[in-house]
């Protein structure tokens, strides 16, 4: 990932998006946590919307809602942590194969 020209370290989380080969380039905006007040404190519609800590569905979701575009976590941990950012997943059971 590039962010002003400069690389940063990142992955892509399960259940995103897929982007085209060439990326996006889109205008970014912090939004803190990603919380309700955050996101009505302006408009992120169309726009990357930078979120303070880990990938999770429900920031994922506020973020669509708010009209965001695409969503970058950042997280502070040395470690790279590979989160799901769908609330739908589930387990196969006997009943559902």
């Known amino acids: 990932m590039q962010v002003g020209g400069r690389e940063l370290r ?3 989380h399960a259940m995103a998006a897929r982007t085209p080969a060439q990326g996006v380039r889109l205008p970014a905006v912090r939004v803190g946590t990603g919380t309700a007040a955050d996101y009505a404190a302006q408009d992120v519609h169309g726009k ?5 800590g880990m990938a999770m569905p429900p920031k ?3 973020a669509e809602r708010a009209g965001a575009a695409a969503c ?3 997280n ?7 989160m799901i ?3 739908i997943w589930e387990s ?4 559902r194969r």
């Not at 990357?48 to 303070?52: G, S």
């Not at 502070?76 to 590979?82: F, L, N, S």
């Open 10 to 12: 990142a992955i892509t």
């Open 85 to 87: 950012v769908s609330g």
């Open 92 to 95: 196969p059971t006997p009943m």
């Open 60 to 62: 994922v979701l506020a």
């Open 76 to 82: 502070r941990d040395e470690h790279a942590h590979e």
């Open 72 to 74: 970058t976590f950042a």
């Open 48 to 52: 990357a919307v930078v979120v303070d």
